[in-house]
């Protein structure tokens, strides 16, 4: 599961932080979040900063890491150009710097929870919105929506079934089934 509420490049992340766990044939499954790696201990904790850096080095390699960047230069300007950069969060490229011993884990932890706290400022300003059922459909899919209204359709599924396939609620399904006609 990725948290959708969390930035795009968090998200991505995350993507090749379980793709580590699904590759080391362990578990990760966690809805604490980064702050699970604080508290976690032993092996748990060994596993979790390996599928971290496993991720850190997939989308920003050290051996192509701009490291003569950040000399002289305030972190704050040049950790933002070089996330842009590689399209990675602002947390991955200071992962990078405290892990070569460049910044402390004081440093980190003060900036990426200043970073966090700014995400979610500029989140509660946004306007609310979006469309559930445009979110359904593209959480479920068009193959899996086809297969599902077919075979509702085709008798083999009950409404409270498919409703069930669908993860709503059986008065939703009408409207998604609209949603989904209106936008063909």
């Known amino acids: ?28 499954i966690t809805r604490e979040g980064a702050a699970y790696l604080g508290r976690a201990n032993g092996e748990d904790r060994v596993i979790e900063a390996a599928c971290d850096n496993f991720a850190a080095e997939f989308l920003v390699p050290t051996q192509t890491f701009p490291w003569a960047a950040f000399r002289g230069r305030d972190l704050a300007e040049v950790v933002p150009e070089i996330a842009s950069r590689y399209n990675v969060s602002r947390a991955v490229v200071l992962r990078k710097l405290l892990a070569r011993g460049l910044v402390d884990s004081g440093a980190y932890t003060r900036m990426t929870e200043a970073w966090n706290q700014e995400f979610l400022e500029a989140r509660s300003n946004a306007s609310p919105g979006g469309n559930y059922y445009a979110t359904q459909a593209t959480y479920l899919g068009d193959a899996y929506l086809s297969l599902a209204f077919g075979q509702y359709r085709n008798g083999r599924l009950s409404l409270p079934d498919l409703a069930d396939h669908l993860g709503m609620k059986a008065r939703n399904v009408r409207k998604l089934e609209d949603f989904l006609i209106s936008r063909r």
């Open 1 to 28: 599961m990725v948290n959708n509420s969390t930035a795009h490049a968090r998200q991505i992340f995350t993507l090749f932080h379980e793709l580590a766990h699904l590759l080391f044939h362990v578990s990760g």
